[in-house]
C-alpha cells in the first residue's frame, strides 16, 4: 500500500510560481516512478510531469520550460516547481505512483491562476 499526501497549492497572479510537495508512505519498496496529473473543470486528467528513481524526466508540451520535477534523496517525496504561471494552468493537481500493478493517487490540490 502507498499512501500519498499532497501540499503547497493555492492561488497566485498569472506569471507567478508555486512548488507542490508529495510525501509517500507505507508498505512499499523501491518506488521507481513518480508523477504528477491535473485536471481542470470539464476536461479530463493530464499528465504533468514524471520522473524515475534514476531522476529521468517527461515533461508535458505545454509545460515544458516552465515546470520541473525533482524527488528527495530518500526517493519518497517528489515536488513540482511551477514557474510562470498561466490561468490554463489551473486545476487539481494529483500526485500518482505505478505500484505492484495498481496506481496510487493523491487527495489532490487545487492550483488556481488569476489572469
Known amino acids: 500500500q502507498v499512501q500519498l499526501v499532497e501540499s503547497g497549492g493555492g492561488l497566485v497572479q498569472a506569471g507567478g510560481s508555486l512548488r507542490l510537495s508529495c510525501a509517500a508512505s507505507?508498505?512499499?519498496?523501491?518506488?521507481?516512478?513518480m508523477g504528477w496529473y491535473r485536471q481542470a473543470p470539464g476536461k479530463q486528467r493530464e499528465l504533468v510531469a514524471t520522473i524515475t528513481r534514476g531522476s529521468a524526466t517527461h515533461y508535458a508540451d505545454s509545460v515544458k520550460g516552465r515546470f520541473t520535477i525533482s524527488r528527495d534523496s530518500a526517493k519518497t517525496t517528489v515536488y513540482l516547481q511551477m514557474n510562470s504561471l498561466k490561468p490554463e494552468d489551473t486545476a487539481v493537481y494529483y500526485c500518482?505512483?505505478?505500484?505492484?500493478?495498481?496506481?496510487?493517487w493523491g487527495q489532490g490540490t487545487q492550483v488556481t491562476v488569476s489572469s
Open positions: 500518482n505512483v505505478p505500484w505492484s500493478g495498481h496506481d496510487y
Open positions: 507505507g508498505t512499499f519498496f523501491s518506488i521507481n516512478t
